[in-house]
């Protein structure tokens, strides 16, 4: 499994990013995935989350309201649509995906998924 995110950028407070990542799998719908980010010097947080048919999705306190999660399965891709970013929101942002055989199944840390990419760095200046 091989996960490219991509979508990055610098940005300035109030302003909304798109972040992609696409999954070099045979069936994207069998996954769970995930966004994560991480700032310097700081542990790497959970982001959101979503089911594998999207319906379900959850998010930190942190980004609810301002962050919302997609994902496109015939396009093998996961979205992160980001808004109202915040200077506190500057971190590298890590899509994370994990197989499982649940519908319903979701999942919140990082040690719970298997696969990862490689990251994309946002920066939101203030």
């Known amino acids: 499994v091989q996960l490219q995110a991509s979508g990055g950028g610098l940005v300035q407070a109030g302003d909304s990013l798109r972040l992609s990542c696409v999954a070099s799998?045979?069936?994207?719908?069998?996954?769970?995935m995930g966004w994560f980010r991480q700032a310097p010097g700081k542990e790497r947080e959970f982001i959101s989350t979503?089911?594998?048919?999207?319906?379900?999705?959850y998010y930190a306190d942190s980004v609810k309201g301002r962050f919302t999660i997609s994902r496109d399965n015939a396009k093998n891709t996961l979205y992160l649509q980001m808004t109202s970013l915040k200077p506190e929101d500057t971190a590298i942002y890590y899509c994370?995906?994990?197989?499982?055989?649940?519908?319903?199944?979701?999942?919140?840390?990082?040690?719970?998924?298997?696969?990862w990419g490689q990251g994309t760095q946002v920066t939101v200046s203030s």
């Open positions: 799998v045979r069936t994207f719908s069998d996954y769970v």
């Open positions: 994370a995906a994990r197989a499982t055989a649940y519908v319903r199944k979701y999942y919140t840390k990082d040690q719970e998924y298997d696969h």
């Open positions: 979503i089911i594998r048919a999207g319906t379900q999705t």
